[in-house]
């Protein structure tokens, strides 16, 4: 059986004269942690985007679970399977943890006011469900002690947490994490190092996720794609990425530019 559950063939984007993304291959296996790297503006995140319909691709295609989603409306996706969180937060401040969790249920929830669901009891059973499913989230990030407290209260990595909760509310198949550990300290990182872990291996959710972060690249990948200028230069395990003279090279180049 092919266990592809994400394929990206030849994807690329323009923007005016910048070739952001440039025929990017690569395929993500059920129950992988696979990880987008490369130096500032090697296209990762454009890549990301077009994944996950934020950015129109101007070539190429995207397959998940063998369909062809390429353009898929992005408000869709969670339907489909495809959860994710962004670079900059993306949590409601003012709503509590727990209402923030509920916000991700959205794509689940068939009845409405409107419904005659709602004259009987459909709607109500509903909610309770939902309910079930947020608590067992909070169980699993270990944020019981925070669940009724406005997010914009939480310090910047339980925030991320909660947006991290807010994506699994979603019950994905394929989870899209978009540099999740960046401005976090090092016990924050390690917490979601080891969540990005239980996800996968207790929910059963591959992961796919672009990152800055070397250490925890290197540490939780199963496999590694590296980007420069838009293309794919190589990929691998860890120790093949990090033994490989292109990628060295890729980085280094990066720095001395910067310097
Ligand atoms: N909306 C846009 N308009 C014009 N150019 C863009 C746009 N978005 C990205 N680019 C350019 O495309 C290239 C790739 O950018 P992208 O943000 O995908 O890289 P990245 O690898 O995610 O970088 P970083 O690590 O800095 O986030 C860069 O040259 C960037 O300036």
Same mark, same amino acid.
Do not use: I
């Given at each position: 059986m092919d266990d592809t559950l994400l394929r990206v063939e030849g994807l690329s984007k323009r923007f005016g004269g910048v =070739? %952001? +993304? %440039?025929g990017v291959s690569f395929h993500v296996r059920r129950g992988e942690i696979y990880s987008l790297i490369g130096p500032n503006g090697a296209g990762k995140t454009t890549t990301f985007n077009m994944i996950s319909s934020v950015v129109r691709p101007s070539g190429g295609t995207v397959h998940f679970e063998g369909r062809d989603i390429t353009g898929t409306a992005s408000h869709r996706l969670s339907a489909i399977g495809i959860g994710r969180t962004f670079q900059n937060l993306a949590v409601?401040?003012? %709503?509590?943890v727990v209402e923030n969790l509920l916000v991700g249920r959205h794509c689940h929830m068939? /009845?409405? @006011?409107?419904? %005659?669901a709602w004259f009987f009891g459909r709607a109500r059973r509903e909610e309770l469900e939902h309910r079930r499913k947020v608590e067992e989230i909070i169980d699993f990030l270990e944020i019981e002690d925070i669940?009724?407290?406005? @997010?914009?209260?939480? /310090?910047y990595g339980m925030q991320k947490r909660v947006e991290l909760g807010r994506a699994l509310a979603t019950e994905p198949k394929l989870l899209l994490l978009d =540099? #999740? +550990? /960046?401005? #976090?300290?090092t016990e924050e990182t390690e917490d979601i190092a080891r969540f990005v872990l239980d996800i996968r291996d207790e929910l059963g959710i591959t992961v796919l996720m672009v990152e800055h972060d070397m250490g925890i690249v290197m540490d939780i990948s199963d496999r590694i794609c590296v980007l420069n200028f838009g293309r794919k230069i190589a990929e691998g395990t860890p120790a093949d990425i990090s033994a490989n003279a292109a990628v060295v090279d890729a980085y280094l180049g990066g720095q001395k530019a910067a310097a």
């Open positions: =070739e %952001a +993304v %440039a409601f401040k003012h %709503a509590t068939r /009845s409405n @006011v409107f419904d %005659a669940r009724d407290m406005p @997010v914009g209260t939480l /310090s =540099e #999740m +550990v /960046s401005g #976090m300290n």
